[in-house]
């Protein structure tokens, strides 16, 4: 059996908050890699079936839009499914919901399969069966807009980062996940208590290693920070933040 | 019904997994605290029964000790129960079980409440109840070692390192797992490549903030690292790490 959807429910304890008392969307982002990875396990195009061809998944885009972040000791579950499938990659979506069944997000992910050793991107042709579990839910929020380089005049803020061995993933690359922190790390905490992050884009584009060290650039117009992580003359990768003030 | 024993089980997906394909130990740290939460949230003495009396469960102590890390898609689970109880603390210990019910890891932790607004131990002698939940199962790992302050002149390494918004708790503190992290964050790739932690000691002193310079002085004798994490003359935590050659 091959589920066009899959759930995930989820308790958000204390340990896992932030300085806000939510859920950072850090969390967010590592629970949208988990449940993707689960439904491909089931969907039988997991780590283990993939590595079989010496290809892997790997994101490739991720847009988070939030329009209320569950709080200490509030259930959540995320819900994915694919949008889209094709031979260069396939679009999986995310809803989530608090624990009464109330939308409160909803993710767009773009992941590309590639090879392990040319680290090129594979061909998916010998999975295009993956098609029939397209799912045809709606997901209302924006597709990903074209992210664009930061360049150095225009850059608000612009930050010296070092990558260290807790930012390095299973690829012996840098975590999805810790390029977001390193971002977001460029603000204070006081900006966090007035402002919360509606909507987060991330692309990513050149792996980034242990030791390197990246220059974060950031952008900002009135509530958009634009941001791009480079390591000499390679982008890591680019995000574009949306904030909304809360008061 | 309060049970004296509380099991979660985990699964270990790739995105979780360090560059050595394991688990992390700040994973199994996080795991810690998360299952104490849950055990305690059953019991009645959870976050939301703590904050009726203003006051919170802290974690001053942790002692962990691996035989075997989880590797990627591996199941695992954590059994907790409390060894003891009293007016001024709680000793709670965990088992750590491979997907085939092989005990692969122990471990101790302490945990003191304290007063919300003081921030000073609170007397826990109305929940004096919780001392029937005491389970006599055993945890064959040592008690924790009493950590020593680390002097500059002994120091073999000695680190530089700021607070950022990623760090910061619930409580707008430094989160227990950060500090592991900016401790190990010390050694190369490389070092973990061929070194694994066998235990990771770590005692919680002074609560650290937002924006803190600190300063990370570690001492190795052979196998054994000694780490203090300074905030000017006070001491965040300091830490005691075994490794084991991994050849």
Known sequence: MRP????????????ECNAQRQMPITLIAQRVIE??????????????????????????????????YPGVNEEYSLTTWIEGFNRLYSE??????????????????IWVAIDMDTRRPSDLSSISWLAETINDRSCPIAKQSRLMAVKDEEATMTTQHQFKVSDIDFNRHVNSVRYMDAILDQWDLEYFD??????????????????????IKTKITENIAEAEICVGENASCR???EFKNKN
């Open 194 to 215: 007035n402002n919360e992050i509606s909507r987060f884009e991330i692309q990513y584009l050149h792996e980034t290693h242990f030791g390197d060290n990246a220059v």
């Open 4 to 15: 066009k959807e899959h759930t995930h429910k989820h308790f958000l304890t204390a340990g």
């Open 35 to 68: 449940i993707a990875t689960e439904h491909a396990n089931i969907l039988g195009v997991g780590y283990s079936d993939m590595i079989k061809f010496n290809s892997g998944w790997v994101l490739s885009r991720m847009s988070i839009e939030m329009t209320r």
């Open 92 to 109: 999986r979506n995310m809803e989530i919901q608090d624990g009464n069944g109330e939308t409160i997000g909803y993710v767009r992910t």
């Open 239 to 241: 995000a574009k933040i």
